[in-house]
């Protein structure tokens, strides 16, 4: 499993097609290798995104965003995806309009005909599930319709949201093995994020359950901070590498 860092962590300073190199390069730094683009702001042309990952180093394993936003503007990241070097175009939640048995069905067929859009690129679909998305609909779990309903769908696994809703992260990882193709690894306490592995998250088993599992790719992920976010993202790269040792 190779690990890496969600670029989502850094999205104060992905203004600019200055701040996107310089955030490669310091990320590059710590030792990373892969990342996950998210939260670049749109005006930064994506031919400058694909070059500042290409200067420092870096590969990205897929682009990720909300549905609704990849629904309302499919090209772009498809595009970022495609130039980039991403395998993965992931999107997550389910939309609030479409929490009923009726909406998820209708979602299942959004995401396939997303899906086959991508296909011929060379593209996969995977969905990201946020801790709402555990509760059941008229009887149904969601993230479990999804999955059941598109066999072909993988996920990225966010094991933050996963923890909120107090599932056994190693049990649930390997009940869904084959199915995960990258998990973020983030962490928290007393109400904030903090580096992974300095929260109130009990992380025993999970590296080994994720190497189990098959899953390819661990980002480590902190979308806010109280001091320098590559100090944070540096240990956090730091301690789930060793989990890994």
Not at 39 to 59: I, R, S
Request: with cysteine; proline share 5%; charged share 20%.
């Amino acid at each position: 499993m190779k690990t890496g860092i969600q670029v989502s962590s850094l999205k104060p300073l992905l203004k600019t097609e200055a701040q996107v190199y310089e955030a490669c390069r310091k990320m590059a730094q710590l030792g990373c290798e892969a990342v996950q683009v998210q939260w670049v702001d749109p005006a930064v042309p994506v031919e400058a995104v694909a070059a500042a990952l290409k200067e420092a180093g870096l590969y990205s394993v897929g682009t990720q965003d909300f549905y609704s936003l990849v629904k309302e503007n499919p090209d772009y990241y498809i595009t970022l995806n495609r130039l980039t070097g991403g395998e993965w175009l992931c999107v997550s939640r389910v939309p609030e309009d479409m929490k009923s048995k009726e909406g998820l069905a209708a979602y299942v067929g959004e995401l396939r005909a997303l899906a086959e859009k991508i296909a011929p690129l060379g593209q996969k679909l995977c969905f990201h599930p946020v801790a709402a998305d555990y509760a059941p609909i008229d009887g149904v779990v969601p993230v479990e319709f999804l999955l059941e309903q598109m066999p072909a769908l993988s996920l990225c696994l966010d094991l933050y949201h996963l923890n909120r809703v107090g599932y056994d992260k190693p049990a649930w990882i390997r009940a869904h093995a084959g199915r995960i193709c990258m998990v973020h690894f983030k962490d928290g306490k007393d109400g904030k994020l903090t580096p992974a592995g300095q929260g109130d998250t009990n992380w025993e088993g999970v590296a080994r359950a994720c190497v189990e599992a098959g899953v390819g790719y661990a980002f480590v992920e902190q979308e806010t901070w109280d001091r320098d976010p590559y100090e944070c993202l540096g240990e956090a790269l730091n301690w789930l590498n060793g989990q890994l040792a």
